[in-house]
């Protein structure tokens, strides 16, 4: 029934779902995944891989979850932000497959010196916060 809707009404019902649900959806089936890739438009042209839980760095996302934003999301990528020694060999073969918009490939670290660098006074208080806000 859903997959009936115009792209316009799916891309609306996805807006008021969590990213983590948005990606379940996007695996129904081809419809839905690319009013997935429709409704996430240009939100991944920076795919930063991780998120602090308190103080500690996580993933992000899942394997699978990275999987979906890849093959649908991939050719909107232009930058990421992540640690290429410890990716899994598929994830990195859907990186090569799919980011063909690819310029940059910074680690945590480099990403952080730039931030710092660009703003000695800077206090993170919400990482998420600062990295939507370097999109």
Request: glycine letters at 2%; hydrophobic letters at 45%.
């Amino acid at each position: 029934m859903l997959t009936k809707l115009p792209i316009e009404i799916i891309d609306k019902i996805l807006g008021y779902l969590p990213e983590e649900d948005q990606l379940q959806v996007a695996q129904v089936n081809q419809q839905l995944g690319l009013a997935f890739a429709y409704h996430a438009k240009e939100e991944y042209k920076t795919l930063f891989f991780y998120k602090f839980e308190g103080n500690k760095l996580q993933w992000r996302y899942t394997h699978d979850e990275l999987r979906v934003i890849l093959s649908l999301c991939g050719s909107t990528v232009e930058k990421i932000i992540a640690e290429p020694v410890i990716l899994s060999p598929e994830i990195n073969e859907l990186i090569e497959k799919y980011c063909i918009n690819l310029k940059t490939f910074v680690s945590i670290l480099q990403f952080l010196q730039s931030c710092f660098v660009a703003n000695p006074n800077m206090i993170i208080s919400n990482f998420d916060e600062l990295v939507r806000s370097l999109k």
